[in-house]
Structure formats: C-alpha cells, structure tokens
C-alpha cells in the first residue's frame, strides 16, 4: 500500500478531528445550499451533470475527510479537503448565480466565476498528482512538481482572467499577464490530464505487479482516475460547437460522476491500508448502492437509445425493454458488485478458501501451517493480532500483538475442545459484528489446523524420544556385552584351554577346572537372560514412564523375585530423564537379584513440577556394609545421574536389613 514515514502518520486527535468536521460542515452546507437554491430556481442547471458530480463530491468527499484527516496527515488527505470545499462551493456559486440573475440579487456575476474555478484545484490534483502519491518514487517528485504546477496555472488562468461584461473580483488586467494568459490557453489542462492518464498506467502497473494485499485497492483507484481524465480529454484536446459541445459536456459530466464511485473508497482503502475504524459497513453498503444506481441508470438509458434506434418510433417499447432487461440483470449485477466491494474493503477475509490455502506449508518450511494460518487471518481480517494456544499451553501460534483482547473463543473438533483464540483489533478500532461472524465461522478451521498441529508435535517428540530410546539401548548393550559378557567369554576360552592341557597330567584338576567352567557359564547364561529382561519396554518409546517399570517388575518376577512399583509425578520428565531413571532402577533390582540374594524390592518415583525428581529401590536382601565397592553396575548409575545434574547415593535400608539406592534429579 502507501509508503509512509512514522512522522506522516499520527493518531486521531481532538484538534484534527474538529478540523475535519470544520470542512466536512462547509461542504455538506454548500453541498445542501446548492440543492435548496436548484429548489427555489425550479430550474434545472444548464449543465447538469457537472452539477451533480459538484453535489455528490461535496458530500462523499466531505465524509472522506473526516475518516481521514484526523488519522493522517498525507498530502493526499489535503487534496481531498480541496475537492470536498470545491466542488462544494462550485455547486452552490451556480445556483447562486442563477438566483441573483433572476432576482437581480448582489455579486452574482464575482460567486459566478469563483464557481467556475474554485473546483479547478482539488479536482485537477486528484487526477494529475494523487496517483504519483499513492505509490511514491523517487524518480516521480519532479512529475509531482510538474503536477503541482500545471493545476495552479490551470487555476489562475480560470481564476484571474478579465472577463469582458463580467465584473471577476480576482482579475489581474496588467497587459503582459493577459499576453501570457492568452498563450498559456489550455496547455495547463492537456499537462494536467496527460499526467493524470500516465498516473492511471502507473496505478494499473503497479496493481499488476502487486502479488499480495499491498496491491489491494489500486485496480479501482487506477479506474476512477481513468474515468477522471476521461471527462476532462476531449474538453481540452478538441473544440467542439453546437449541440456537439453541448452532449461533449454531458457526458463529460457522466464520466465524473462515476469516477466519484471508484476514487473515495479506493482512497480510503489505499491510504489508511483498510483501517476503516467501525465504518467499513457503511462504506461496503454506500459503494455497492452507488456502482449499482450509476450502472442502473447508464444501463437504462443506453438501451432505451439503442431500442429507439433499433425501433423507430416505439419509444415505449423500447423503455420498456430497457426496463426489463434492467430488471433481469440488477441481482446478478448487485451480487457481482457486492462480492468486488468486499474483497476491496474487507480483504481476502471474506474468502474462507484463500485462509485455507494458508494450510499448506511455506516453501523454505520457515513456518508452520498453524502460524501461516494465523498470519492469514490476521492480514485478511485487518486485526492487531491473533493467537491460537492449545489447552496445555505447548502449542502456541501467533501474530500482531494482544494488547486488547476482546475476543477469547474456543476451539472445538467434534465437540473435544482442543484450544483458545485470542483476538485482539487494531489500535482504535474496535471488533464488530461482522468480523466476531467470521471468526465465528472460522473457528472449525483453526481448530483443525491446530490439532493437526499438534499432532504433528507429539509425532516429532514421540520419533525423537523413539530415536533417545533406541540409542540408550545401544549403548547398554554395547556396555554390557563388553564390560560382562566379552570378559567373561573370554575368561571361559582361556578355562577351557587350561583344562585341556591338564587332561594328560592332571585329570581331577581338569575335572574341577571344568565343572568351574560349567557354573560360569551358567551364570553368564542367566546374565543373559537379565539382559534380554532388562531391555527398554516399548513404553518408554511414549514417554511411560510408570508402565516402563512395572513391565521390567514383570520381567523379573518369573526368576522368584517380587518388585513393586510405585511411580509419582513422572509425566513431565523428558526422555532422558526417564531413560536415567529405569536404567539406575533396573540396574539396582538386578544388583538385588544377583548380589543381595533379596526376595522383595521396591521401586518408588517420586516428583513434582518445581521440586527435584527422586527415585529410591529398597531391597531386603543382606545389605551392605560400610563404603559400597564401586564397580561396573554403581558406575554406571552415579555417570548416568551426574548427566543430569543430579546424584546417586548407597547405603543400608533404615530397617538394619537390605539396601537403599537414592537417586536425585534436578
């Protein structure tokens, strides 16, 4: 849209406020005293159609002052200030001047020729100059400059021309003004509207070139300059005489006035970005009933002309068929309208099938599908900012700023409420009806979006705790079978070959050496078995900690041993938290099993949200006396809890009998 710096931009304030009144009060007044003196004259003015577009541009100009002088302070806002009191003014002065003609009324030839220009500024600077606002570059100041020139010579040669017979209060009659007056002629004017048809090519390239919201707006402003400039070309490029000049002038009237119809909402939407601060309703519905009284009326009396031509002499049946046709397609014509001013005030909001576009994922995977989604809605609905949390508070996608939450909705999935929206409006506007509808109605796709996102969330973790999982179990493994059973089967070849060589001289000796061989490797077989029993259960792959432990109690009850479970606050551990606590578990339970000759442990887990995690197994096996020697097994435990920051300690159980492992995590 508008490129503006933070100082052209200001907030609504009093002062500026009753400034926009002030104009917006003198415009609708004379706007009002032209329709009481066209009234009082009973006579229709000589050139209608000029007059009418004078009216209705005081009116609807006079509104768009008020909407956006007090919000910024762009050049573009003081143009419409000056078509607003001009057109105002002019309307006014030529019914005026009618009536003081007619009632030999005071300085009715002086308010005839200030009609006759005051119109000349703001209307020429809204064709030759606004477009070059709008959308600024450098290299288009001296175009503005140009611009800016041609209207005010434009102005002054209308405004200070001495009229023959015709007292102008302005007039300069110094001779080598009226020289140059004279070969100035309507060069003002062509500059003026071959700057107002470039700056119309230059909204249309701009509005092509434009991919996203910023383009919004332009494609009807480029219209109504289009028309703009049209009304004015044939005036000041051709001379026309007679009833030629006189249907010229007329239509010339036409053209303004349905530029009137494209050029203040795309005003408004193109400078103040569609912040219509409450009134966008008005502006839908005032838009849409002019475009469609303008295309009524056109309609109507192009094909009345062209049925009295088709059909001379059935004047009546040819309105009739103008009637008709007019008729047929007014609803057609007013939902075709209807949905081009939407998209033009409201955005791409009223589109539920773009916002779900916004599901599918950006190209470089920058964001996700719920925060496109999101951004989306925001962009489209013209909002300060949009948040979506889900109910655990994991899940959260947003975009703008919450400074004023006035829209707390929840989010549903076949009746399961899965979340909140958090909607907040832009900064002196407030939500209306229309959009709390269309937040209403879109709810069901961000509830879906939202649990497709989280999901998606619990599916990474679960393959990132899967891999956590499955690469702990490794590693036990590899531990195991090089610190246990490498040495040992290692041990058990060497036996072997010592009782080989003691077969020839030492029989007995071989005999006992083998039967050591044969309760080792019984040994080593039911390490084996503890090994495949202590192996991570595929609960841990989701995180269940509790069910972890009491598949490895399962495991070891079928070697006679009862181990009891019990495990508290162990849901909001991570993975690697979880995998330290069964490991130190299970290698504490299987030290009971094989060391402590125990015929019960316990197992007990321990934590809560903002204190320390703690594992305690007790056993009543023979216990320990003393500092425990430090081997493999109690190695493995302290390294596995000092990861973590935490700390394992052993020592006998408090009843005299068995032992305690403790375990602490931070």
């Known amino acids: ?61 006079g509104a768009v002052v008020v909407v956006m002088l007090p919000r910024v302070r762009h050049p573009v806002a003081w143009i419409m200030v000056l078509v607003a009191l001009g057109c105002g003014l002019s309307g006014f002065a030529s019914e005026y001047a009618v009536l003081a003609h007619d009632r030999d009324l005071p300085a009715g030839d002086a308010v005839a020729v200030v009609g006759s220009w005051v119109w000349t500024p703001g209307t020429y600077a809204s064709m030759a100059v606004m477009p070059w606002l709008v959308r600024p570059a450098r290299w288009a100041r001296p175009v503005v400059v140009a611009g800016v020139v041609a209207v005010a010579l434009a102005t002054l040669r209308v405004a200070t021309y001495p009229y023959q017979g015709i007292d102008n209060p302005l007039a300069v009659r110094v001779e080598p003004w009226k020289v140059f007056l004279q070969h100035l002629h309507l060069h003002a004017d062509r500059c003026v509207t071959v700057l107002g048809l470039a700056g119309a090519v230059w909204l249309g390239w701009q ?14 402003l480029c219209v109504g300059v289009l028309f703009l400039t049209a009304a004015f070309a044939p005036i000041v490029f051709v001379r026309f005489d007679g009833g030629a000049a006189e249907l010229v002038y007329e239509v010339s009237g036409v053209s303004l006035i349905i530029a ?49 031509r088709l059909l001379p002499g059935s004047e009546e049946v040819a309105g009739l068929v103008a009637v008709g046709v007019v008729v047929a397609l007014g609803q057609p014509l007013r939902w075709f309208l209807q949905g081009r001013v939407d998209r033009l005030v409201y955005g791409d909001g009223t589109d539920p099938v773009r916002l779900l576009g916004a599901l599918e994922p950006a190209p470089d995977h920058a964001r996700t599908r719920l925060d496109a989604l999101v951004a989306a809605l925001r962009s489209d609905l013209r909002l300060g900012g949009v948040e979506v949390r889900s109910l655990d ?89 090089h610190d246990g059973m490498g040495p040992a089967l290692a041990g058990v070849g060497l036996g072997l070959a010592a009782a080989q060589r003691r077969l020839l001289h030492d029989p007995e000796g071989a005999a006992a050496l083998l039967a050591e061989l044969e309760a080792e490797v019984e040994r080593r077989t039911d390490d084996v078995r503890l090994l495949a029993r202590s192996l991570l259960p595929f609960q841990l792959d989701d995180g269940e900690l509790g069910p972890a432990l009491e598949v490895m109690a399962r495991r070891f009850a079928g070697s006679g041993l009862d181990v009891r479970v019990r495990c508290r606050g162990a849901d909001g551990l991570d993975t690697r938290e979880q995998l330290a606590i069964y490991h130190v578990a ?70 005299g009998t068995g032992t305690v492992v403790r375990m602490e995590l931070p």
């Open 1 to 61: 849209m508008l490129q503006r710096s933070p100082a052209a931009v200001a907030t609504t304030s009093v002062g500026w406020r009753l400034v926009a009144l002030g104009v917006a009060f003198v415009s609708w007044a004379a706007a009002g005293g032209a329709v009481v003196l066209l009234a009082v004259n009973r006579e229709a003015p000589a050139e209608l159609a000029y007059w009418l577009m004078d009216v209705l541009s005081a009116v609807v100009y």
């Open 207 to 220: 509005w092509l070139r434009a991919r996203d919201d910023r383009g919004r707006g332009l494609g009807w």
């Open 260 to 308: 009137q119809a494209f050029l203040p909402v795309a005003l408004l939407v193109v400078v103040l970005r569609q912040r219509l601060w409450g009134i966008d309703l008005a502006v839908s519905r005032v838009t849409v009933w002019a475009l469609l009284t303008g295309a009524v009326v056109v309609g109507y009396a192009g094909l009345a002309w062209l049925g009295g």
């Open 393 to 481: 508070q994991q899940v959260r996608a947003g975009s703008g700023a919450l400074d004023r939450v006035e829209a707390d909705l929840p989010l549903l999935v076949d009746g399961r409420p899965l979340g909140r929206l958090l909607v907040s409006p832009v900064d002196g506007q407030r939500l209306d009806a229309r959009t709390r509808h269309q937040l209403d109605q879109l709810r069901g796709v961000l509830g879906v979006a939202l649990e497709l996102e989280v999901v998606n969330r619990r599916l990474e973790a679960a393959s990132s705790r899967l891999v956590e999982v499955r690469m702990e179990e490794r590693r036990m493994l590899r531990r195991d079978l």
């Open 586 to 655: 299970a290698e504490a339970v299987f030290n009971a099993y094989r060391h402590a000759r125990a015929d019960s442990v316990s197992v007990e887990v321990a934590g809560t949200a903002s204190g320390p995690t703690v594992l305690l197994v007790t056993d009543d096996g023979v216990g320990i006396s003393g500092t425990p020697r430090r081997g493999v097994g109690l190695s493995s435990m302290r390294e596995r809890a000092e990861e973590l920051g935490g700390t394992v300690h052993v020592g006998p159980a408090p009843a």
